[in-house]
């Protein structure tokens, strides 16, 4: 495993959480369903020829396991993070891209309202109690640090999570990424772009943070057209 792999999954695990929202809500047709989902997820097309489609391998998820146990907790943080446990660990619709030169990511994810007990609100609870995460794996050692707001222009409800994971060891150098988690209708979707790490000068690859937020604009518009249709 390498340092950089494990970086880009580190702040991917710290994000992931935010792709489900609150129950109770009354809709007067059907949610859409698993395939109308999976059809309005993000292409290669649409990220670009130098991802691969790496959705659902094993090891990435064994890899965000054990780096989620390495978090230290701060006081007053766990508590509040413990809430997204009931949310479960799979969506019903996701797919994984990732850079094999840097190790960069893209991940798109939709979830129904219905399945899931908490919202992004609820998250943004989570940022603010936890802005700092201190981490100490048996490959890697630092913090994550995380920050949230409220945005238009996505769905009916929409927030941005700005993230940042600086490595102090065996490498020191900081990995930043974004993320935008919007409610439309039932369902709770989720854009998320994190850097990786050049493998010949083991510096942060630049990272294109409007490119994301053009991807939450595509995966939005797709996914009305499918509650709309």
């Given amino acids: 495993m390498t340092a950089p792999s494990v970086g880009a ?9 935010a792709t489900v929202a609150a129950c109770g809500v009354d809709v007067a047709s059907p949610p859409p369903t698993r395939a109308e989902l999976q059809r309005a997820l993000l292409t290669l097309e649409d990220v670009g020829e130098r991802y691969a489609d790496v959705t659902g391998e094993e090891e990435e998820e ?8 390495a978090f230290d907790y701060p006081e ?10 009931d949310g479960g660990d799979e969506s019903l619709a996701k797919v994984t ?64 999570v700005r993230f940042e994971s600086e490595f102090t060891s065996p490498i020191e150098v900081t ?14 979707a989720g854009v998320s772009g994190v850097g990786g790490i050049d493998q010949q000068t083991l510096e942060a690859a630049p990272f ?3 490119r994301v ?9 797709r996914l009305a057209e499918v509650i709309d249709a």
């Fill in 175 to 188: 990995v930043v990424g974004v993320g935008y988690y919007w409610e439309r209708g039932e369902v709770v």
């Fill in 97 to 160: 891209f990732d850079d094999d030169d840097d190790e960069s990511s893209i991940e798109n994810s939709y979830d129904l309202r219905s399945e899931v007990e908490i919202g992004v609100d609820t998250f943004l609870d989570v940022v603010e109690a936890c802005p700092v995460l201190p981490y100490d794996s048996n490959e890697l050692t630092g913090e994550l640090r995380l920050s949230g707001k409220r945005i238009d222009g996505l769905g009916d409800k929409a927030i941005e």
């Fill in 9 to 17: 999954r580190l702040v991917v695990a710290a994000v992931l959480v």
């Fill in 62 to 69: 064994e890899e965000v396991k054990s780096l989620d146990e």
């Fill in 213 to 221: 937020r053009e991807l939450a604009g595509i995966a939005d518009r």
């Fill in 76 to 85: 007053g943080c766990r508590q509040v993070a413990e809430r997204f446990e």
């Fill in 208 to 210: 294109d943070e409007g």
